[in-house]
Each structure stands twice: as structure tokens, then as C-alpha cells.
């Protein structure tokens, strides 16, 4: 099917568009003929295809590079790579055709740009973080792949008007969690907003609307006053002879949005609506830095400030590169005013992000200037991407918290600074500067006093690390380390020596049922597994070469009757998901920490806005009526509970009575003889004749939880037993 005229004339006006900002990147008549070529390439490609608006496929991808010139800075190979974005996956034109039509390079870019464009195509979650991983692969490659990637994801958020409620839902969902968080960290602040504001926008329309309005009024109601706040700036800096512009700021709507959640307040309670932003022309005889702080002082000269509220960017930048000086002041009407101080070079970097970073130098586009940094920034990632232990979702999980995270610099004893994410501990300091030292870490001396491994470092802090031979990771070591390598090393070791104990654990099985003569079939472990309170053969296994369980009461436990004491394997699952079967994303449910419901329990889910995941809690909890007062539109109702095959759930008791001896016996012959239930962990206290204990225990469900409470309470003795977790 051809394009109509009316389509024609449409592309040409687009593409002019195109061609009109591409003046400031062509130097070459190559530049020009490479970008009509595949323009034309990529016209013919998606002849016939529309986009859900209507509008003819190829403006998309024209679209795509025009954000890559006008938005983020990109070159010629970039506008060449975005046209053809999406040629390989909807033509018959393989690399091999675009190398020989264009280069290498841009065949490699395209080649990058189509394996992760099915990047969160309704695949399970664990596939799409293995898919993520691949991109991130092609920005070790290449970072502009991934930036082009962003500039794919912006147009699509631009234009998902048209696309079907749920596809938002999901596509929002995407682009919160991963590309504004991956946007800012490569320093692309005016993408990252815009990301989050029309994520908002789709995702939560009246909210945003109405934030909207608001802003719009106070911004109105306040003109006035900003230009009186202005006015002795703009006079004392034009007197010191500063080369300046000064524009005003209003926060984005999903930062108001933000902040209202986080601090649960009102629109009306913020305070930092506004901020003023200048941008200096440098001398070139007196450094930026002293610059900045120049009109620093004359700013605060004017307004008194708020020393907690200043930040020093410039001798620390962000680490994805940002640089400024922000300070908060008061202004007139007692109105607090955030004052942002840039060079042009700093706004440069604030706008562009890494981009900027090839502009400044004008070293030729393949030519990835060294920036510090980032560069560090991306040897972490390589790093965490080179660790084959770390299961793909939380490689993910990891990678999109270190999008967010600052860094703090602390010292060796030597006076070495060494970077770490802001959170690190001693064990992180010790892995950071060998695997072998962390392994062996039993407490350090910090700026020369003597503290725990697991004391979080703050910025300046001079670190000697103590170690022991006999030291060894724990798995309590996870817990207390932030950064990727850390953890790595500590996750190996922890698997190196638990496959060692499942080996061990194994040949002990095994030697055990040899000597009763019972193979051991996929019947037996039907009957253990649960019995043992493990959820995989490997993990039984591994317990028993650990010494954490004995085969003391295996006779017994085969010979139970496997029928009466199937446990259930229960998962939750919403009942009246009315979304079409193949668009609908598999939610991801998680049970509240504050009430652990069981199977059997009335549950209501809340999605937590941020990631997207559904905390299912019980019915009842006050935590979730606090959560549907506040935040009605996350509650999602219909969760039920299903049952499938062998498994149980760990739950708490707590048992109070007059102490006697032989209780402890009663009510341990309860729990295990009597019904079969696994017990994890017993803690029994008595004190003048009276005793409270707490049963850790797994059970199938509800009722079986209830049934055991009620025999637990006939005990002779037992005054009170309920359950504790809700
Ligand atoms: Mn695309």
C-alpha cells in the first residue's frame, strides 16, 4: 500500500523539520546524503504501517532523531541509527545491507538499537531484567544506544494518548521504574521530568490535574513577588560586572507529587514551589568555582539563608555529573526560594547529561570523551553485569536502586580516596579494595577508633580494616552491604561453600536410606520436603550438610501417612482481572511485613505507586485502611488465595501459662506428634512460676493454624496461646 498524498505531505513536513535542525550537526555533503538515505530506507520500510494515532509509521522514527538532535545532542550517526531503529525488525534488510549502505559503526548501533527492542515486550519479569541486562550491555557498547533508547521511549510516552488504558498502565510502569531513573543517572534532567510527568499524567490523570492547576494558580498569584525577589539580584550582579541570565523555575508536577506521598502533607505545606536559576558567562581569568561562590555571597548578601539547605555540586558533582551550587533564601513575603548558580558550561552538562560531554570537547562523535565519572560509573555496572551469580531480577533490582543512590568519599590509611555509594559500610569499603580483605574483615578502625563491620561510613571517614583468618561471610553479611561488589563476592562465597554442604548433605541422605533400604523416589521427597520445611530438594539437601537438620526422625516421617498430611502450595491471584488475557502484565504480589496474612485470611492488595508491585494485607490491617484513607486508587480488590501442591507457611504463636515441668514436652509433642506441623524455632522464658514463649512454626493455612491454637490451649497449664505476626 502506498503512501496517500496527504501522508506525503505530512512525512516531507516532518522530515524538513528534521533536516532544518541537522544544520548544526552536518558538516560533510556525506552527512547530509547519509541522512536522506535513510530516511528514504527507513520510508519504504514502514510503507503501509500506521501507528495506533494514525498517523504513518515513519514519523515515529523521524520523531526519534529529532529528540536526539534538539534534545540530548547527538550527531549525525545517531539521527542515521534512529531513522533505521526499527528497519531490521519490519524489513527483510539485514546488518550486512545497512553496513554496506551506511557504515559499521551505524550497522552496530542499529544492531543494538533492534536486539533490545523488545526490551518489555509482556514477557515475565525475570526475562525483561535479562533483557535489560542485554541493553545495558549495548551501553557498555555504545552509550548512545541507550540514549537513543531514551529518546525511542519519550516519543512513545509523548504520543500514548492513543494507546489502550492497560498498554499505559504498563508502559508508565516501565518508564517510572527504569528509564526517568536511567534518564537522570546519564544526566538528561529535562527527559527524566518530562518522563515522570506524563507517567503521572496517564497513570494518575486527576491527580495530576489537579496538582496542575494548582501550580499554574500559584505561579500566578506570586508573579509579583518573584520579580521583586529578582530585582536586587539582577542590580548587584549587572554592578559586579557578572555576565548572566536569570529565569525562573516551578517544580514539576510529579516532584510536588512526590514529595506529597513521601512526606504525606499537602500541596499547600510545600515549601521549595520556586526556585531561581542563573546561568553565568565566564571570565576566563577567574575559575568558575570561585565564581559561583562570588555570586553566592552576593545573592545571600541580599536574602538570609538556610545553611542546612545548601548544596556544594561543584566540588563534589552528582554523580551522573551534574555541577552547581544550590542554596535556599529567604524572600520577600517570607517566601522560600531555591537560587541554582551554573556556568554555561555546568548548564550545558545539567541539560545534556553525558551528551554534553562530546559537545564540549568537540572531539569527533565516535570519540567518547573520558569523563571520570561516568566512566566509573560504568565500570560498576560492568562489574555487576560480569557477575554470573546474581540472578537477573535482582541485578535489576540493584542497578535501578544505584540510579538514585549519591556516593561519599572516604580514605585508606594511606590517604587513598576511594568512592563508594552513600550507605556503604566497612564491608563494602573492604570489598571495594580487595574480595580477600572483605572475606576476612572482623571490624576496622575508623579515623582511628575501633568500630563493627558493619558501621555505615560517612563521607571523610579514614577506614583501616582488621581482619582474621578465621573470619568468614555470613549470609547476615547481605544485609550490611550496599554496593554490587560487595555483595557479588559475598554471594559466591555463600554459594561456593552451600554447594558444598548440599554435597555433603546429599551423600549423608543418601548413605541414610541406603541403610534402610527406601529409594529415594519423587514420592519420598513429596513426603520430606515439607516435613524438613524446605522448599527444594537442593535446599534440604544444604541444610542437612550444613547440620541445621537431622535425619534423627526420618523412619517416622516416611511412614506417615502422605494423604492426610498433604500440605498446600497457595498463591494469589486476583479473581476479577477484566484486562484482555494477552495485554495483561502478571502482577507481582508480595505479603505485607505488618500483618503476614496466611492462606485462608481476607486479603486486599494496595499497589505501591512507585514500583508497581500489589502488597497483599489482611483485610483488617490498619496499616492498609491508613493506605485506602489516603491513596483509594491503589487498592486493588478481588485477591484470592489458590492452592496448587505441598508447601507451608511460617507463622507465630504465643504461649503464656503456669510453669510446670514437663510443659515444654506437652506442648512440643502437640505440635509435631500430633499434627505433623514443622516447628522452626522455639523461645521459652519462665520466671516466677510463670512462662511465655513464642513457637515459630510452619502451617498449611488458617484453619490448621487455629485447629493446633485450640490443642495447644487444652494443654494443662497453658493460660493463653494466640497468634502473634497480625
Ligand atoms: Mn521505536
Known amino acids: 500500500m502506498d503512501y496517500t498524498p496527504q501522508d506525503e505531505a505530512l512525512i516531507a513536513a516532518r522530515f524538513d523539520s528534521l533536516l532544518a535542525s541537522c544544520e548544526k550537526i552536518c558538516r560533510t555533503d556525506e552527512d547530509w546524503a547519509m541522512i536522506r538515505r535513510a530516511f528514504s530506507v527507513a520510508k519504504d520500510a514502514h510503507k503501509g504501517v500506521r501507528r495506533r494515532s494514525g498517523e504513518p509509521y515513519i514519523t515515529h522514527p523521524i520523531a526519534v532523531a529529532q529528540i536526539c538532535v534538539d534534545e540530548i545532542g547527538l550527531g549525525v550517526k545517531s539521527v542515521v541509527a534512529s531513522l533505521l531503529h526499527d528497519v531490521v525488525e519490519d524489513t527483510d534488510l539485514g546488518l550486512d545491507d545497512i553496513s554496506r549502505m551506511f557504515t559499521p559503526k551505524i550497522a552496530s548501533m542499529v544492531d543494538g538499537l533492534t536486539k533490545i527492542s523488545g526490551v518489555f515486550n509482556n514477557e515475565s519479569i525475570s526475562e525483561q531484567a535479562e533483557t535489560f541486562r542485554k541493553m545495558l550491555l549495548t551501553l557498555l557498547d555504545d552509550v548512545r544506544v541507550v540514549l537513543i533508547k531514551i529518546a525511542d521511549r ?331 561488589k560487595a555483595k557479588h563476592h559475598i554471594k559466591n562465597y555463600l554459594r561456593k561453600t552451600g554447594q558444598s554442604n548440599i554435597e555433603r548433605g546429599k551423600i549423608l541422605f543418601e548413605t541414610r536410606m541406603a541403610e534402610l533400604g527406601i529409594a529415594p523416589s519423587g514420592r519420598v521427597f513429596r513426603k520430606l520436603l515439607p516435613a524438613y520445611g524446605s522448599p527444594t530438594k537442593d535446599e534440604f539437601y544444604k541444610n542437612l550438610g550444613a547440620g541445621t537438620i537431622s535425619l534423627d526422625g526420618l523412619q517416622d516421617i516416611l511412614r506417615q501417612n502422605a494423604a492426610s498430611k498433604l500440605l498446600k502450595f497457595w498463591t494469589l491471584f486476583q479473581s476479577d482481572n477484566d484486562s484482555e488475557e494477552e495485554d495483561s502484565v502478571p502482577e507481582e504480589m508480595v505479603v505485607a511485613e505488618c500483618c503476614i496474612p496466611i492462606p485462608g485470611d481476607d486479603v486486599t492488595g494496595y499497589r505501591d505507586p ?45 504461649v503464656q501459662g503456669i510453669d510446670r515441668i514437663g510443659i515444654l514436652l506437652d506442648l512440643v509433642g502437640v505440635i509435631t506428634g500430633e499434627l505433623g506441623i514443622n516447628i522452626r524455632g522455639l523461645q521459652i522464658q519462665s520466671h516466677d512460676g510463670i512462662f511465655e514463649g513464642e513457637i515459630s512454626l510452619y502451617v498449611a493455612n488458617t484453619s490448621d493454624l487455629n485447629a493446633l491454637i485450640a490443642k495447644i490451649k487444652k494443654i494443662k497449664g497453658v493460660d493463653k496461646a494466640q497468634r502473634i505476626n497480625g
Request: aromatic share 10%.
Open 154 to 484: 519519550l516519543h512513545n510516552m509523548r504520543t500514548l494518548g492513543s494507546m489502550p488504558p492497560e498498554k499505559q498502565i504498563k508502559i508508565t510502569s516501565e518508564t517510572l521504574f527504569l528509564f526517568a531513573p536511567l534518564a537522570y543517572r546519564l544526566g538528561l534532567h529535562a527527559i527524566k521530568s518530562e518522563l515522570e510527568d506524563l507517567s503521572l499524567r496517564y497513570r494518575f490523570p486527576e491527580q495530576y490535574a489537579e496538582i496542575e492547576a494548582k501550580l499554574e494558580a500559584a505561579k500566578k498569584k506570586r508573579v509579583k513577588v518573584m520579580e521583586r525577589f529578582d530585582e536586587p539580584i539582577v542590580k548587584s550582579l549587572r554592578e559586579n560586572g557578572v555576565e548572566f541570565e536569570i529565569s525562573e523555575r516551578v517544580k514539576s508536577v510529579y516532584s510536588v507529587w512526590r514529595k506529597m506521598q513521601q512526606k504525606q502533607i499537602s500541596f499547600e505545606e510545600i515549601y521549595d514551589l520556586f526556585a531561581v536559576r542563573i546561568i553565568f558567562s565566564p571570565s576566563p581569568v577567574i575559575p568558575e568555582k570561585t565564581q559561583c561562590w562570588f555570586i553566592y555571597e552576593l545573592v545571600t548578601d541580599l536574602y538570609p539563608s538556610r545553611p542546612d539547605r545548601l548544596r556544594d555540586w561543584i566540588t563534589f558533582p552528582k554523580p551522573n555529573g551534574y555541577e552547581a551550587l544550590h542554596t535556599t533564601v529567604m524572600g520577600p513575603e517570607g517566601l522560600w526560594v531555591e537560587v541554582q548558580i551554573r556556568s554555561e558550561r555546568m548548564n550545558a552538562v545539567a541539560e545534556r547529561g553525558v551528551a554534553a560531554h562530546w559537545k564540549h570537547k568537540e572531539a569527533p562523535e565516535d570519540e567518547v570523551a573520558s569523563d571520570e565519572k561516568f566512566d566509573a560509573w560504568l565500570s560498576r555496572i560492568r562489574d555487576a553485569l560480569s557477575s554470573p551469580t546474581e540472578d537477573a531480577v535482582d541485578f535489576l533490582d540493584n542497578f535501578q536502586k544505584s540510579l538514585y543512590t549519591s556516593e561519599i568519599v572516604v580514605f585508606t590509611p594511606k590517604g587513598e580516596d576511594r568512592k563508594l555509594l552513600k550507605g556503604s559500610t566497612v564491608l563494602d569499603f573492604a570489598y571495594d579494595i580487595h574480595s580477600k580483605l572483605g572475606a576476612s574483615a572482623i571490624g576496622a578502625k575508623i579515623n582511628h577508633k575501633i568500630e563493627s563491620i558493619y558501621t555505615v561510613l560517612s563521607s571523610g571517614d579514614q577506614i583501616e580494616v582488621l581482619t582474621s583468618n578465621s573470619a568468614r561471610p555470613t549470609p547476615e553479611w547481605l544485609d550490611h552491604v550496599v554496593t554490587t
Open 610 to 654: 512507585h514500583t508497581g508491585k500489589i502488597f497483599v494485607h489482611k483485610t483488617s490491617c490498619n496499616e492498609l485502611m491508613r493506605l485506602a484513607s489516603q491513596h483509594g486508587k491503589n487498592i486493588v480488590t478481588g485477591i484470592r488465595w489458590s492452592s496448587h501442591k505441598a508447601m507451608s507457611f511460617l507463622s507465630v504463636i504465643n
